[in-house]
């Protein structure tokens, strides 16, 4: 999955998230629930800079 720079893109992948318990969302929070499902988007960043 690749995130791109809108708004509506990151929106509708934490809500995405958010549906599979990955992360909850609140008002200007975002809480991780399972980080370890995160941790693989996560090492592509990395790898890519």
């Known amino acids: 999955m ?10 509708r992948t934490l809500k995405d998230w ?3 318990g990955i992360l909850r969302l609140g008002r200007g929070r975002i809480e991780l629930i399972r980080r370890t499902e995160l941790e693989p988007f996560a090492a592509n960043v990395t790898k890519s800079r």
């Open 18 to 20: 958010e549906r599979q």
């Open 2 to 11: 690749e995130l791109g720079t809108a708004r509506e893109v990151v929106s």
